[in-house]
């Protein structure tokens, strides 16, 4: 006689691997956007994913599949345990700071005006011309 598994069994694993499924995508699409919020080098997105998807693993009830929890701790948790390995990777010695791509100062905060506005060659020789004789 043949012994097949009970077809509860095999819905029941079948139920676990579509689950676990779920979760492997949920912890990529929420470390994607986290290292997007936190301006992570577009390189290092997929590192980060697999980690933070290890992480998650690791630690079931800290994640919620319905809120991405916006915080910079598991960037810089990610960065303490594998960063000096993806700069060799990428930088070679010359290494970089850190795994964000720019400042993550606001850009509110920074002066984008470049100072005074250009003028053209004509309003600078017309500018020129008034000082020269006095129409200023």
Request: charged fraction near 30%; aromatic fraction near 14%.
């Given at each position: 006689?043949?012994?097949?598994?009970?077809?509860?069994?095999?819905?029941?694993?079948?139920?676990?691997?579509?689950?676990?499924?779920?979760?492997?995508?949920?912890?990529?699409?929420?470390?994607?956007?986290?290292?997007?919020?936190?301006?992570?080098?577009?390189?290092?997105?997929?590192?980060?994913?697999?980690?933070?998807?290890?992480?998650?693993?690791?630690n079931p009830?800290?994640?919620?599949?319905?809120?991405?929890?916006?915080?910079?701790?598991?960037?810089?948790?990610?960065?303490?345990?594998?960063?000096?390995?993806?700069?060799?990777?990428?930088?070679?010695?010359?290494?970089?700071?850190?795994?964000?791509?720019?400042?993550?100062?606001?850009?509110?905060?920074?002066?984008?005006?470049?100072?005074?506005?250009?003028?053209?060659?004509?309003?600078?020789r017309d500018?020129?011309?008034?000082?020269?004789?006095?129409?200023?």
């Amino acid at each position: 006689m043949i012994d097949n598994p009970l077809p509860d069994q095999v819905m029941a694993e079948k139920d676990q691997i579509h689950l676990d499924r779920n979760f492997e995508y949920a912890t990529f699409e929420h470390a994607i956007e986290i290292a997007k919020h936190y301006n992570v080098h577009s390189e290092f997105h997929e590192h980060f994913a697999e980690w933070y998807h290890d992480y998650m693993t690791q630690n079931p009830h800290l994640f919620d599949p319905t809120c991405i929890h916006l915080d910079s701790d598991y960037i810089d948790d990610w960065w303490e345990e594998c960063g000096e390995n993806l700069i060799e990777d990428k930088w070679g010695e010359l290494g970089n700071s850190g795994p964000y791509e720019i400042d993550p100062t606001p850009q509110h905060l920074y002066d984008d005006t470049g100072g005074e506005p250009p003028i053209s060659a004509e309003e600078r020789r017309d500018a020129e011309f008034r000082k020269k004789y006095g129409w200023a």
